[in-house]
């Protein structure tokens, strides 16, 4: 499959019910691309060249640039070092303390992030201390990469977010040279770093390499699988894949992002997903569909959901629509 349909104003295709006590009550509508590390398109549902904002799904490449910096810095990072910069969490202990660690790394604190505070949406950690810090934002992991990288560098620690930064020029050229398309923008996103913009084909291409491991992007991809629990949280989709697939790498995003990465027998594929509503509880039976074409075994959490009544099921999400035709990549 090579040839994808281009309608910009069309509707974006069903792809994920909502279903409770077996009436339809809602559905997300959105968008799905395949393809593999040399970017041929193997599938998709909808617009497969949308243009949309990958937010924290870019976080692994990101990555690649912090780990690259540091290591001229003389600082080699470890495998939950790695994992927490490309973490959107929950704001556990586990990874509050990682995330501080890195900053050590660069000999910077807390003091040294641009994040907003906030508080952990971790249980524990929001009993332990409920109080909004920088630590405990979601995206601290990946500041306290960059903060630390620009420290490493000489750099104005200040600076390190504004999109002319040499950091930040280097972090756009990297998603270039990955996902294969050169990012639009920046804008900014919700943590305040600077937020580019993809067609979604692109964002699986960058799965399909992340998976496969080429060059700089296979220490990344070891050490999300080492350390899923760091990259998300118990509740997080993409934590859920990497624990139950082995070899298989994913990366959530605000706005109903998901990235995912396979390795199968002709070679690595990535499957990027939107939901054009933003609802991120939609990202796993969207992209169920997809894996299970490819022969992977998707845990149920993630393909269906429950939908509770009174702390009981009482239905489920769903696939829905053109997804399920998906299934000729098998």
């Not at 398309?181 to 067609?199: E, F």
């Not at 291409?205 to 699988?225: E, N, P, S, T, V």
Request: proline fraction near 8%; glycine fraction near 14%.
């Amino acid at each position: 499959m090579t040839d994808a349909p281009t309608v910009p104003d069309a509707a974006p295709p069903p792809l994920v019910e909502v279903v409770r006590d077996s009436a339809v009550e809602s559905v997300h509508r959105g968008h799905v691309a395949v393809a593999d590390a040399n970017g041929a398109r193997l599938g998709w549902v909808g617009q497969v060249a949308v243009e949309i904002y990958p937010r924290s799904a870019l976080k692994p490449f990101q990555a690649v640039v912090t780990r690259g910096w540091m290591q001229r810095g003389g600082v080699e990072l470890d495998e939950a070092s790695i994992a927490i910069a490309c973490a959107s969490h929950e704001g556990s202990v586990d990874q509050q303390v990682e995330a501080a660690r890195l900053l050590a790394l660069g000999g910077v604190d807390e003091a040294a992030l641009r994040c907003p505070a906030d508080r952990p949406f971790h249980p524990a950690a929001l009993d332990d201390d409920p109080r909004p810090s920088r630590l405990a934002h979601n995206c601290s992991g990946k500041h306290a990469g960059f903060v630390a990288a620009q420290a490493l560098s000489g750099g104005p620690i200040e600076a390190y977010l504004s999109p002319d930064a040499p950091l930040q020029v280097a972090v756009a050229d990297e998603l270039g040279r990955v996902c294969g398309a050169a990012p639009v923008g920046p804008g900014v996103d919700g943590c305040g770093a600077p937020a580019w913009r993809l067609p979604l084909d692109a964002l699986a291409r960058g799965f399909a390499r992340l998976a496969g491991g080429q060059g700089r992007l296979g220490a990344i991809a070891d050490a999300m699988r080492a350390r899923p629990e760091l990259v998300g949280g118990n509740a997080a989709v993409d934590t859920a894949l990497m624990r139950a697939v082995p070899g298989l790498v994913a990366k959530r995003g605000a706005e109903g992002i998901l990235g995912c990465g396979v390795l199968t027998a002709d070679g690595p594929v990535g499957v990027a997903v939107k939901i054009a509503d933003g609802a991120g509880r939609a990202t796993g039976p969207a992209i169920a569909p997809v894996l299970a074409a490819l022969g992977i075994e998707v845990p149920r959490v993630v393909a269906r959901p429950l939908v509770l009544g009174g702390g009981e099921a009482h239905g489920e999400l769903r696939p829905a629509g053109p997804v399920a035709e998906l299934a000729q990549l098998r």
